[in-house]
């Protein structure tokens, strides 16, 4: 049973346009939402994490709203550039949980 | 940034064969994880260690894996024996402390695995 889904599974934008990567899942419990940017050959590396107490959080260009009726949660990147190339998950863990459960995936690719 | 490090990059053996993945967290982290990922696609948890004791596994940790830290050397992942289907990319993280479900963790950067 897929417990965080991510959609679309592959997106194309222009540099400068707004990317928008969608999350869900199926767990109440679930209370922390990190996001990870993975580059070809690398391992993944946190990007930006919410918790669901808040509904917004930003750091740059890098912006999560976070829906906890509708268990849905999404990622926002503004200006986006070449660089930020890359495959995004979103994963989700419980206070309970020992291990972050991890989502389908986006590919994001930003064409000059 | 904090760094893990996975040796070999990348592993070629036959079916049936024993391999051993090995992995370097980062100095001072006490919890560390192994997490399974194939065509670049979901990461899949494997398993965990704390204390020198796996604290839980998936379903996709079959009986011919096991884990270890000795001595506070490597945490590796051994296979034993190999099948087609544990082809993939291997991925181990490790983290400072507990946070209560928000720990953050630090990946190495894969270990990719072929079974011929």
């Known amino acids: 049973q897929q417990q965080v889904r991510q959609s679309p599974q592959s997106l194309t934008v222009w540099e400068g346009e707004t990317a928008i990567l969608n999350c869900s899942y199926e767990?109440?419990?679930?209370?922390?939402f990190p996001w990870y940017q993975q580059f070809p050959g690398e391992g993944p590396a946190l990007l930006i994490s919410i918790r669901s107490v808040s509904d917004k959080k930003e750091d740059g260009r890098f912006t999560i709203f976070f829906n906890k009726r509708e268990k849905k949660l999404s990622l926002h990147i503004t200006d986006s550039q070449p660089g930020d190339s890359a495959t995004y998950f979103c994963?989700?863990?419980?206070?309970?949980?020992?291990?972050?459960?991890f989502g389908t995936g986006t590919k994001l690719q930003v064409v000059p | 940034g904090p760094k893990v490090l996975q040796i070999p990059s990348h592993q070629i053996i036959d079916m049936g064969q024993m391999v051993t993945l090995n992995c370097d967290p980062v100095?001072?982290?006490?919890?560390f994880y192994w997490y399974k990922q194939i065509l670049g696609q979901q990461m899949e948890f494997l398993v965990n260690?704390?204390?020198?004791?796996?604290m839980e596994k998936s379903k996709l940790f079959k009986d011919q894996f096991s884990v270890e830290r000795p001595d506070g050397s490597y945490f590796t992942l051994k296979i034993q024996p190999t099948a087609l289907e544990d082809s993939a990319v291997y991925f181990c993280?490790?983290?400072?402390?507990w946070g209560g479900g928000a720990e953050t963790l630090y990946f190495g950067s894969g270990t990719r695995l072929t079974v011929l």
């Open positions: 260690f704390y204390n020198g004791k796996v």
């Open positions: 993280a490790s983290s400072p402390d």
């Open positions: 994963a989700a863990i419980a206070n309970s949980g020992t291990y972050q459960r």
């Open positions: 767990d109440s419990t679930f209370n922390y």
């Open positions: 100095s001072n982290h006490l919890y």
